[in-house]
């Protein structure tokens, strides 16, 4: 499950999400354990240390 702001999305295996990391969230499983693949970029680096 992904907690994205007020929202809950359920991602399955194979699916991707690409959201803006200012926005509150979180990840879980609801099915046991799992993998997730996280890749971070230079655009959410800027928007967390500002100009």
Do not use: K
């Not at 994205?4 to 099915?31: C, K, N, W, Y």
């Amino acid at each position: 499950m992904l907690y994205l702001g007020e929202r809950v999305l359920r991602i399955e295996a194979g699916q991707a999400a690409s959201f803006s990391t200012m926005t509150p969230h979180a990840l879980r499983s609801d099915r046991g354990p799992a993998e997730i693949l996280i890749i971070l970029d230079h655009n959410g680096e800027r928007c967390h240390l500002g100009t």
